[in-house]
């Protein structure tokens, strides 16, 4: 999807050399956006959210599966690949 970049590293509105904002693909960016912020977050949309960072010491792995397939289905991606277990984290998900 092309929408309004966000900067990875200060979280901060993209801007080219003329201070215009940048638009590009922003897939990663939807995907890491529902993984890290907590349902409750998103002022507009209550229940978005994974909070992902949860995940540690939690041996209910097949929840945070369907956490993560639902979330991004919810907001229109189709999960081709996820995998959640001890030691290895893998989504692939595109609209």
Do not use: C
């Amino acid at each position: 999807m092309i929408d309004i970049a966000i900067d990875n590293i200060n979280h901060d509105l993209m801007l080219d050399a003329d201070g215009e904002i940048v638009l590009q693909e922003t897939t990663p960016q939807d995907q890491w956006n529902l993984l890290a912020h907590q349902p409750g977050e998103f002022k507009q949309y209550p229940t978005m959210g994974i909070g992902i960072d949860d995940i540690a010491n939690d041996h209910e792995l097949a929840n945070w599966r369907r956490t993560v397939q639902n979330q991004m289905e919810k907001v229109g991606m189709t999960v081709s690949r996820l995998v959640i277990d001890e030691n290895k984290f893998e989504l692939i998900a595109k609209y």
